[in-house]
């Protein structure tokens, strides 16, 4: 069974790998100075809130289920396969015709690329997002059964110590499965909402707007002094007339309170927001069929190097206008680009693939029922 798109939530999707695509490809960071580093910082601050609300559209939408499909997990595992094979596509061909104006990969450098995105794609370190989302999706059997038996006072109490310890000290202290833990932790969220919090009126999606400005704001300031160490000792300097920027303590307690406090705080009201905002619209659910190809294709650095070494318009730091313009101009042109590669899949190649699929899920069940029957 296919989940169900509400154009809601698929705008979410679009604005939050946009977002992604934008903190991937910059040419600034949190460290530039002036605006451009406080510009980074909001797509930066949305794109993690969105991220998480990835996983609480999972748990929203598949948390009454007992299982994933086989066909789903297929499915993301052909993407995949058909994001590298355009990949090294894209790449030959601009090497070839001298398009490829990016200075040369090294020989190290192909052999990495192989080898993290070839052969062990779901577990490239560049890929950690699709590692965590197969764990969790191979979790739901398990998982599943056990928040669908849980009333409202446990699911509160399990929220509390998934947020506190699974997900909390986890992320502060940089456990092997902290993003494990985050996918755990935010895809609870998404079951809650789905059997206790599934209410949907003007009033919720207003005071959600509201709270969600004013810790969004927060939240913003927050990773901008985590990020910027010179801007944290002015502000430090300006508010408390001492510089205490320097100091591990309050560098941990901006970290905590960014990463762990409002940040998830900004994720679960971004979620009410466009839960509450009830539409549909065929070319954004389209657009968003494609986004897990966008994050596929942007970071696979044969066909990021290939697109980004198309000359395109740009302005000198100096004139951060016209900068962030021709910068918000190359992001939408990755995404757009990224999103065409895989509408070609999907338009051409997704119906004989998922014949394809579908016999092969066959097969293997009957070799396995008749394996059965014979032991």
């Known amino acids: 069974m296919e989940i169900k798109r509400n154009s809601n939530f698929e705008l979410l999707r679009i604005i939050t790998m946009l977002c992604v695509v934008a903190t991937h490809t910059c040419a600034f960071t949190f460290e530039t100075p002036g605006f451009l580093g406080k510009f980074y910082t ?3 601050t949305f794109g993690l809130a969105g991220l998480n609300s990835f996983f609480m559209m999972s748990g929203y939408f598949m948390g009454n289920r007992p299982a994933v499909s086989k066909k789903k997990i297929i499915s993301m595992f052909v993407q995949i ?16 015709s001298g398009l490829y104006s990016s200075q040369g990969i090294t020989t190290m450098q192909i052999f990495g690329i192989v080898v993290r995105f070839y052969i062990v794609p779901i577990t490239s370190v560049v890929y950690w997002y ?3 989302y197969m764990l969790l999706l191979a979790l739901i059997p398990v998982i599943n059964p056990f ?5 409202l006072k446990g699911f509160i109490i399990l929220l509390l110590i998934e947020g506190l310890i699974w997900y909390g000290f986890s992320f502060v202290f940089h456990y092997r499965y902290t993003h494990l833990q985050r996918a755990v932790f935010f895809y609870t969220l ?33 990773f901008y002094l985590f990020h910027n160490e010179q801007a944290r000792s002015e502000f430090f300097i300006k508010y408390l007339h001492k510089d205490i920027g320097g100091s591990q303590y309050v560098d941990m307690m901006l970290h905590y309170a960014a990463y762990i406090i409002f ?43 290939s697109i980004k070494s198309i000359k395109l318009p740009s302005a000198p730091l100096s004139e951060p206008g016209k900068h962030i313009a021709f910068e918000i101009l190359s992001w939408v042109l990755m ?41």
Request: charged share 15%.
């Open 42 to 44: 909001y797509y930066y």
């Open 130 to 132: 699709i590692t965590v």
């Open 81 to 96: 396969i058909y994001c590298q094979i355009i990949s090294l596509i894209v790449y030959v061909l601009f090497k070839i």
């Open 147 to 151: 928040l669908q038996k849980l009333n």
């Open 335 to 375: 995404f757009a680009i990224c999103s065409a590669v895989d509408l070609i899949r999907i338009t051409l190649l997704k119906n004989k693939i998922d014949s394809l699929t579908n016999k092969g899920i066959a097969i293997i069940k009957e070799k396995f029922y008749r394996t059965a029957e014979i032991q």
């Open 190 to 222: 998404g079951v809650f909402f789905r059997f206790y919090a599934n209410e949907k009126s003007l009033k919720r999606l207003l005071c959600s707007i509201g709270l969600f400005a004013v810790c969004y704001a927060i939240s913003v300031t927050l």
């Open 263 to 305: 940040s998830p705080i900004c994720s679960i009201l971004l979620f009410e927001i466009f839960k509450n905002i009830t539409f549909s619209c065929n070319i954004i659910n389209v657009i968003s069929a494609t986004t897990f190809s966008v994050y596929l294709l942007h970071c696979q650095p044969l066909f990021n190097s």
